[in-house]
């Protein structure tokens, strides 16, 4: 007898329809599972085994054969478990064929018969071609974003009741709303650093890359730590699509769903590339910089990174969207991401301070090189960050808090995105020439920076960038840039590796 039942496997963050075929006939008695699974997938037919005698089920002495269509996709995963299990049960007559029309099976089966939830169960559910999905409890949740039915069962044995109309199905779960991960840090904590701050301001309303740079305990990482806080929460579309990348590597957790805040991830500086980027030898998933989408990426320490790790965000950077290619397969990642990078002047760290610094200019030099010119120049927002002096560190805490920081993020964002659609990091030189047209004095303080060597093409227009987003905080009518708004967006991208020489 024959059957079919639909599911979906995943590759990256997309996901993919399967449909189990399932032939079973009179003869020797075997299992045999084809369509290219991985070893994961393989072992279902061990899993299936073992969840039809824990759920009363006798196992079949006959001929069994499973392809999972189409062939030349890879399957990887335990996802097609129930589905592999349902379409044994349907080939053997123990469950009516008619009952599996127009729904969809997702889940892991235990040994124990238990359904258990799957990795990537929001952008499998989006591919699966049918109106009913069929999973884990602990995946009705995320499946709820996209699908109007959902029905979450516990144990093999229930669904197969369920299916056969011994039992009534059990009622979806209402989905929590999304717990708020705002941040308790706030901005006005930090003591001194005036220049962080008003970076820091900058970054969050333009969305311009951030590097800063100075010895150890001068306040680097608590800048960075705060500025989730300065961001908006997430719009509707970004928030499926960042809760669809955290579903397919495993991120969701409950209270998470939707992922509503924008996501903070502060790899360690032994990252590999693979990790940062993403992909895989045998399971494709997203990195870190897509792990990050619509969100803050912080490499702290930045010059203990691995130099291919780092270059090979250069252009993710610059695309905002990751393609990995395998000899197997494709994969495509969102990678929109705002970067915060820190990073000591020189190896020991006390690089400027009389007497204190240990490095060589040897030392110095190789340090430096870590850290290629290139990526430098993707950095919007290049300062300096000195520790502060006794008077501000044993002061009261002075300046805006983080939710006043924040309103006046959001204000500046809103103007950016009414007069583009995008904030000013995103703008490319087209839309500089219309949005950010330089006054005569600007003109000239680029024309110069350019003819001296200071500035790539590729820096005159993040600089010009800047100084528009600084008009934006500045709440400026005017859509010209001025000099003062062009000399501060510059005296904010210097050379990184100057500080305190």
Not at 100 to 123: C, H, K, N, Q, T
Request: charged residues 25%; aromatic residues 4%; glycine residues 10%.
């Amino acid at each position: 007898m024959y059957a079919n039942v639909r599911s979906a496997t995943i590759n990256g963050v997309r996901g993919y329809p399967v449909d189990v075929e399932v032939h079973a006939v009179n003869g020797l008695p075997a299992f045999q599972l084809v369509g290219l699974p991985d070893t994961s997938c393989r072992e279902a037919k061990d899993r299936v085994r073992a969840a039809f005698l824990s759920a009363g089920q006798e196992w079949s002495n006959k001929k069994i054969t499973v392809n999972l269509a189409p062939s030349d996709l890879k399957k990887t995963g335990p996802s097609l478990d129930l589905a592999i299990a349902i379409g044994v049960l349907a080939a053997l007559g123990r469950v009516e064929p008619s009952k599996l029309e127009g729904v969809g099976f997702l889940g892991e089966l235990g040994l124990d018969g238990s359904i258990r939830p799957v990795r990537g169960a929001l952008p499998m559910g989006d591919a699966v071609k049918a109106s009913t999905v069929v999973a884990s409890v602990d995946n009705a949740a995320e499946l709820s974003l996209l699908r109007d039915t959902v029905r979450p069962v516990a144990t093999l044995a229930r669904l197969i009741a369920c299916l056969n109309d011994e039992e009534p199905w059990p009622e979806a779960p209402d989905v929590p709303p999304s717990v708020s991960r705002t941040s308790t840090l706030d901005i006005r904590d930090i003591r001194g650093q005036h220049t962080g701050k008003l970076a820091l301001s900058l970054a969050a309303a333009g969305g311009h890359h951030l590097l800063m740079v100075g010895p150890p305990g001068a306040g680097k990482t608590m800048l960075a730590k705060r500025l989730p806080g300065l961001l908006p929460t997430l719009a509707e579309q970004d928030a499926l699509d960042v809760t669809r990348i955290h579903s397919a590597a495993g991120e969701l957790r409950p209270g998470q769903i939707p992922v509503t805040e924008p996501p903070f991830r502060a790899p360690h500086h032994s990252a590999s590339p693979v990790s940062l980027v993403g992909g895989g030898a045998s399971q494709m998933r997203p990195g870190e910089i897509s792990l990050a989408h619509s969100g803050v990426l912080f490499l702290d320490e930045l010059g203990e990174f691995g130099p291919g790790a780092l270059d090979g965000l250069r252009q993710p950077l610059e695309e905002r969207e990751v393609r990995v290619t395998r000899a197997h397969s494709t994969a495509r990642y969102p990678a929109n991401v705002l970067l915060v990078a820190s990073m000591n002047p020189c190896p020991c760290g006390e690089s400027g301070a009389p007497g204190a610094c240990r490095c060589s200019d040897a030392m110095r030099s190789r340090y430096h090189r870590r850290v290629s010119g290139p990526l430098l120049d993707r950095f919007d927002l290049r300062i300096g960050v000195q520790r502060p002096d006794a008077a501000e560190l044993f002061g009261v805490p002075s300046g805006e808090s983080s939710q006043d920081m924040a309103e006046r993020v959001a204000a500046a964002r809103r103007r950016a995105i009414a007069r583009s659609g995008r904030v000013n990091g995103a703008l490319d030189q087209s839309m500089l020439d219309e949005v950010a047209p330089l006054s005569d004095g600007a003109r000239t303080i680029l024309t110069s920076a350019v003819e001296q060597g200071r500035l790539s093409a590729r820096g005159v227009g993040r600089v010009r960038a800047v100084a528009r987003t600084i008009a934006d905080v500045e709440d400026c009518d005017s859509d010209e840039v001025t000099v003062e708004q062009l000399c501060l967006a510059m005296s904010l991208r210097v050379d990184p590796f100057g500080f305190g020489q």
